[in-house]
Every structure is written in structure tokens, then in C-alpha cells.
């Protein structure tokens, strides 16, 4: 399942929920790096390497006329319920998305990884869980490469959440961003 949505600023959202799947589908990934890679091709990723030789004028409005990320990239991340342990399948979807984070077009790019749950749960709980949710992606896409000093990880509970009902599956996931240097 690979969908792109539009609204999610510079970002990329991974998505978690229980875990449902028959064991067969849960260790192929739900895209492959490529597909990432290929999503951000056409955004811009932050000031380019290109020297511009002309009048200031010229300079500045070709910097300024790049297009601007405007869509976001799900990434499929299951966990276990009311759990910060990562599925099989969020094991593999994860191991796309760091083979991308360590090749030529990310490799050099610096994430936010978003823990978000549902409003089931008190804040504290729901504080601690989303938390620990985010730190178990960051924790595994730097056992597989990438530097986690690229990684930085928040965590917002349910207060965003993503749906209008709160207590709704989706809105318990882990989102990552492209952060703003």
C-alpha cells in the first residue's frame, strides 16, 4: 500500500497501527527505497551546490523560484499494541526507508521522527508511548547506517491529532520531516 498525500509540509509520515496482516505480507516492504528517492527527485531539499555567476538580481530570484516540498511520503510503521515494539513489517518498510536515508539524494538531509498516539490513555501515558515510539524508528534506522546525529526525535502524544476523531488507529504513528537547517 503506497499513497501519497499532499498537505504534510516538508515531510515524510509514517503511519502506525496494530498490526493485522498475515504473517506472508509482514516481511515485504510496502515500497522500496527507491520509491522514496524518487518522490523527492522533483523537491527541494535545501540550497543547492550550483554557484550562480551574474548580478545579485539574477542570483537571488533563481534561488528563490525553486520549487518547495508540498507533499508528504506514508511510510507504513506497525507497532505492536500499546507497544513501542516494531512489527516484521515495520522492520522491513524501515530498512527501504534507511537504505534511502544513506543513498546520494538523502544522504545528507536531517529528519525530525514525530511520535504521535491516539486519545486513548491519559497525557502522561500517551506523552511516554509516543516518545518511546519514536525512539524505537530512530534506534533502528541507526542500527541499519544512518548517522543518528541526522535523527532528532520528538514527541507530541495526542495533542495532533490526525483524524477528527482523536481516538481513531491513525492517528497512532510516528512521522518523519525533513528538518529545516
Do not use: W
Given at each position: 500500500m503506497l499513497r501519497l498525500v499532499a498537505g504534510f509540509g516538508a515531510g515524510l509520515c509514517f503511519i502506525c497501527s496494530v498490526a493485522s496482516s498475515p504473517a506472508s505480507a509482514q516481511n515485504k516492504p510496502a515500497y522500496l527505497a527507491a520509491d522514496i528517492e524518487r518522490h523527492f527527485a522533483e523537491k527541494d531539499l535545501g540550497p543547492s551546490r550550483a554557484l550562480c555567476i551574474?548580478?545579485?538580481?539574477?542570483?537571488?530570484?533563481?534561488?528563490?523560484?525553486?520549487?518547495?516540498?508540498?507533499?508528504?511520503?506514508?511510510?507504513?510503521?506497525?507497532?505492536?499494541?500499546?507497544?513501542?515494539?516494531?512489527?516484521?513489517?515495520?522492520?522491513?518498510?524501515?530498512?527501504?526507508?534507511?537504505?534511502?536515508?544513506?543513498?546520494?539524494?538523502?544522504?545528507?538531509?536531517?529528519?525530525?521522527?514525530?511520535?504521535?498516539?491516539?486519545?486513548?490513555?491519559?497525557?502522561?501515558?500517551?506523552?511516554?508511548?509516543?516518545?518511546?515510539?519514536?525512539?524505537?524508528?530512530?534506534?533502528?534506522?541507526?542500527?541499519?547506517?544512518?548517522?543518528?546525529?541526522?535523527l532528532e526525535t520528538k514527541a507530541y502524544g495526542k495533542s495532533r491529532p490526525r483524524t477528527a476523531d482523536p481516538a481513531e488507529a491513525a492517528n497512532r504513528r510516528v512521522e518523519a520531516r525533513i528538518r529545516e537547517n
Open positions: 551574474g548580478a545579485d538580481s539574477e542570483c537571488a530570484r533563481s534561488a528563490s523560484s525553486r520549487p518547495t516540498v508540498s507533499s508528504g511520503f506514508d511510510l507504513i510503521v506497525t507497532f505492536d499494541y500499546n507497544s513501542d515494539n516494531l512489527t516484521q513489517s515495520a522492520q522491513a518498510n524501515l530498512d527501504e526507508f534507511a537504505k534511502a536515508l544513506r543513498g546520494a539524494r538523502l544522504g545528507t538531509s536531517s529528519f525530525a521522527i514525530e511520535g504521535h498516539t491516539d486519545a486513548k490513555g491519559g497525557e502522561s501515558f500517551n506523552m511516554n508511548l509516543s516518545a518511546r515510539r519514536a525512539q524505537a524508528v530512530t534506534r533502528y534506522l541507526a542500527e541499519r547506517g544512518v548517522d543518528a546525529s541526522r
